[in-house]
């Protein structure tokens, strides 16, 4: 039965990790909270149930743009559902309510707001509610970061449907946050199914902050039609990446708190419908960003901690398709974000907390191992194989004795009586002329100009790394001066080895230019590409997202398989019964013509 829904309806072969366990639960009727990653494909695991059923499900979701999103995927899919919420007209929330009578509803969406009004919930009482689903859960918890009071305010559910069985979802979940999501819901003795954290398909990179734009711009290039965000610091850098993209000929935009509502929203908008590709954004840009065919996400500074910047890039390939995420950072972001935590009011207690988690970022940004373990192990969950898809599983960066440089900087810092930077460091062994150099009389040390041979850009990956390794350490209470800590001694004096990683600058990394691509299917990419057309023009005229008719991965598949024959065409991942007659014609037409046939 429920594979059938999930082949007939959604058009998918089989289940993903913790999808039919979460289902039969809940068909069973028990109280489930189900944890899995963006684009883990929590919505069927609600849908599935209110179309098994013979009522009607509740989705409480925290914002109208998730609403519709989902709303628009499931009408496409050919199901009944509505949203309700304060944008919705009178005349049509009445028209709603006549169908729900005629029990013609099966998932109707309403805010946590709306669900407060006594008179809904009384309507809503008189009907067969099968199941009650509550999107992005983890907003019931004050331990993260969009706790939402309206959610709070959820705990009356249990009382007020007390026969119906409640699925909370979430991707984003600690412990604690699960023990407060059954706690404020009132879960039942809950089913609880907590999926891995890891999201394969996207590719991660970090690379060091140098000539960000000039990095960002060659990326960009081999991207090209590709959504995706940038996420900026502050304001200002969001405007200026943005402007210089746009003058550069990029499709880009911003988007940050500062702005008027209407234009957040037309961004927003623009995105969504493919009209405008790169959005620079502040992490304002956040949680209601459902677009599922995101294909990169950037960070143009260091996040402030692990979580944050997971959730960040989670946003990036929703779809199953590869995605990117690739992070920049510097000592000047980090001296700036501990400066931030400094000067805020919060207690020292949280401050060292925060502190601690802005080191654990750095150590992620500055690894020469795999990148996804890092984070695995951070969240709890522990895998010690490489994951094949960040830049050092995929690019093993290579190890050379590296003691001579290291001796060379150790010995320039305890020279100049730890009084340097590391730019200044870094061009006194280089041998600069610069007038500060000068003034102080650093061209007469003995280690002046030793590493001249060395560019800037290697010797500051060299120095990170010899940070890292416990050498030397970087004073943030005195300007970011390099000291010295005890292991130096056994570098200097004591003839102790050490490995360096050879630095790589970014752009010659052997990119994995759209690898994941070809992993499933052997894409035809002048194929996909009219594919592609096709599917923009059908979305143009129904005024919906180009991703809700198909998604990239099904047109991938398409472009592989070459179907020219309904039945062949409805084997195809996401081509559901509805879909089947909608768009077969159209997509088999182009096939057709693309073989010439
Ligand atoms: P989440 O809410 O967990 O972030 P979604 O429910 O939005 O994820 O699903 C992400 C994508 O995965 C959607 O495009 C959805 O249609 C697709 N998907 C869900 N389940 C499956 C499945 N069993 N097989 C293939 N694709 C699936
Ligand atoms: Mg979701
Ligand atoms: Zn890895």
Redesign the pocket.
């Known amino acids: 039965m429920i594979h059938k829904i ?1 082949k007939d309806t ?1 058009g ?5 990790p913790f ?1 039919q366990e979460a289902i039969e639960s809940s068909l069973a009727k028990q109280d489930v909270l189900l944890v ?10 609600f849908q599935i149930p209110a179309l098994a059923q013979d009522g009607m499900t509740i989705v409480v979701s925290p914002l109208i743009a998730l609403m519709n999103d ?1 709303v628009m ?1 499931l009408n496409q899919n050919g199901i009944r559902a509505y949203s309700i919420h304060s944008n919705i007209e009178y005349e049509q929330k009445n028209r709603i309510f006549s169908e729900i009578d005629r029990g013609e509803v099966k998932l109707l969406y309403i805010s946590p707001e709306g669900l407060q009004s006594e008179q809904l919930r009384t309507y809503l009482q008189s009907k067969p509610i099968d199941l009650i689903a509550v ?1 992005e859960a983890h907003c019931v918890s004050m331990w993260g970061n969009d706790f939402r009071p309206d959610y709070v305010k959820l705990s009356m559910l249990k009382a007020a449907f007390p026969s119906v069985p409640i699925m909370a ?1 979430t ?1 984003t979940a600690d412990g604690s946050t699960q023990a407060d999501i059954v706690d404020k819901l009132n879960l039942d003795n809950p089913a609880i199914y907590i999926g891995s954290f890891e999201r394969p398909n996207i590719t991660l990179t970090a690379s060091p902050g140098l000539d960000r734009y000039g990095q960002i711009k060659q990326f960009l290039a081999q991207r090209q039609e590709e959504s995706g965000i940038i996420y900026c610091t502050s304001r200002k850098s969001v405007e200026m990446v943005s402007s210089k993209l746009r003058a550069d000929g990029f499709s880009a935009d911003h988007y940050h708190a500062g702005m008027e509502r209407e234009e957040r929203e037309r961004v927003h908008q623009d995105f969504i419908y493919d009209r405008v590709h790169i959005v620079c954004a502040t992490i304002a840009f956040g949680m209601g960003i ?1 677009k ?1 065919n995101i294909r990169f996400v950037m960070h143009y500074n260091l996040s402030k901690n692990i979580e944050s910047y997971y959730q960040e890039i989670g946003r990036a390939g ?3 398709s590869a995605a990117e995420a690739l992070l920049f950072y510097s000592y000047a972001d980090i001296t700036l974000l501990k400066r931030f935590i400094d000067d805020s009011d919060a207690d020292s207690v949280y401050k060292e907390v925060q502190h601690a988690k802005l080191d654990r970022i750095w150590d992620f940004a500055n690894t020469a191992h795999c990148r996804t373990n890092i984070i695995l192990n951070y969240f709890g969950e522990y895998k010690s194989e490489g994951c094949m898809h960040c830049d050092n599983c995929l690019n093993p960066p290579e190890l050379f004795d590296g003691t001579r440089y290291t001796q060379m900087a150790l010995s320039a810092v305890k020279r100049t009586d730890e009084k340097l930077n590391l730019n200044l460091l870094i061009d006194v062994l280089r041998g600069s002329g610069r007038q500060e150099i000068m003034m102080n009389g650093y061209q007469h040390i003995k280690t002046y100009g030793v590493g001249r041979e060395i560019p800037s850009k290697d010797w500051r990956s060299y120095i990170s790394q010899m940070i890292q390794q416990g050498f030397m350490s970087i004073d943030y209470s005195a300007q970011g001066r390099v000291r010295l800590t005890p292991l130096a001694q056994e570098i200097l004096f004591e003839g102790q080895v050490v490995k360096l990683a050879k630095f790589v600058w970014q752009e010659k990394k052997a990119k994995p230019k759209r690898a994941a691509r070809v992993t499933e299917f052997e894409v035809d990419e002048p194929l996909f590409e009219r594919l592609r057309k096709l599917r923009s023009a059908m979305a143009k005229e129904q005024g919906v997202p180009a ?1 809700v008719i198909f ?1 990239n ?1 099904t047109l991938e598949e398409l472009s592989a398989v070459k179907p020219v024959d309904e039945i062949s065409f409805s084997l195809i ?2 081509v559901g019964r509805q879909k089947l007659e909608k768009y077969a014609e159209a997509f088999i037409g182009e096939i057709k013509g693309y073989l010439g046939k």
């Open positions: 999930l959604f998918y072969g089989s289940f993903r999808q899995l990653p963006t684009g883990g494909g929590k919505s069927i695991c989902q995927a999107d979802v991707a459902d599922s929703r779809d199953g991703y998604p991965k991942n996401g």
